[in-house]
């Protein structure tokens, strides 16, 4: 069965500095991947996704993961944090069109 | 465009009362789905809707009975409630299983 692997509940950047999200799944073929984000007292938005092509995926707000098929992994990363990008970040794969399986999830704060 | 919309926002029921979650899409999606969320759990699913007319068990079914009333609307029923079900509920739709899924904004649900 797939899964997913969020390593880091909780992760805490200063403002300006490198984001890094790791996400690791276990399928044994290429998946559908997917990063979430959940601001407080809202529902998920999706942030970017890799279905095929391109490995290197760019997705809103600055954010882009990049699909490792040999480390399966899809970590998500911006070069610079901004205040606003605290929130709770979710990995998601699916595959064979199959029901999407969603990480425990990583809270992101940012300081100041 | 609305997108997905869930109602009630909020509800506080008492153990063994029965309630309906309702949520309802304007995207023409085949499928819909319900989770929960719970803290450090990610968001395991409860039922979900392949296409109109068929409704599957996820990971977490127990306790819950859904309705695809028809390609919009997809409800979530608790016959009686119970303190485990204290929980925030998400409906989301998507085109196909394993495509992006559109959230809505969730429902906080506390069992006394």
């Known amino acids: 069965a797939q899964s997913v692997t969020q390593l880091g509940s909780h992760v805490s950047v200063s403002e300006g500095a490198l984001v890094l999200l790791r996400c690791n799944y276990s399928s044994s073929v290429p998946p559908y991947l997917f990063w979430y984000v959940q601001y407080p007292n809202q529902g998920l938005q999706l942030l970017l996704k890799y279905t095929t092509g391109a490995t290197l995926v760019k997705g809103i707000n600055g954010f882009e993961a990049e699909f490792k098929k040999s480390e399966t992994s899809f970590h998500l990363t911006k070069p610079s944090a901004h205040m606003s990008d605290a929130a709770e970040y979710f990995c998601a794969v699916s595959y064979n069109n199959n029901d999407m399986r969603f990480g425990a999830g990583t809270r992101l704060t940012v300081k100041p | 465009n609305a997108g997905v919309t869930q109602t009630p926002k909020f509800q506080v029921l008492k153990t063994g009362q029965s309630m309906t979650l309702q949520c309802a899409q304007d995207m023409n999606h085949n499928s819909m789905y319900w989770y929960r969320q719970d803290p450090g759990m990610g968001l395991r699913l409860i039922y979900y809707?392949?296409?109109?007319?068929?409704?599957d068990k996820g990971e977490v079914p127990n306790g819950y009975n859904v309705s695809r009333l028809n390609k919009r609307e997809f409800s979530l029923r608790l016959e009686s409630a119970a303190p485990s079900q204290t929980s925030v509920y998400f409906c989301?739709?998507?085109?196909?299983?394993?495509?992006?899924?559109?959230f809505g904004p969730g429902t906080r649900l506390t069992v006394l």
């Open positions: 809707s392949a296409s109109e007319g068929t409704t």
């Open positions: 989301a739709s998507s085109e196909a299983q394993g495509h992006t899924q559109y």
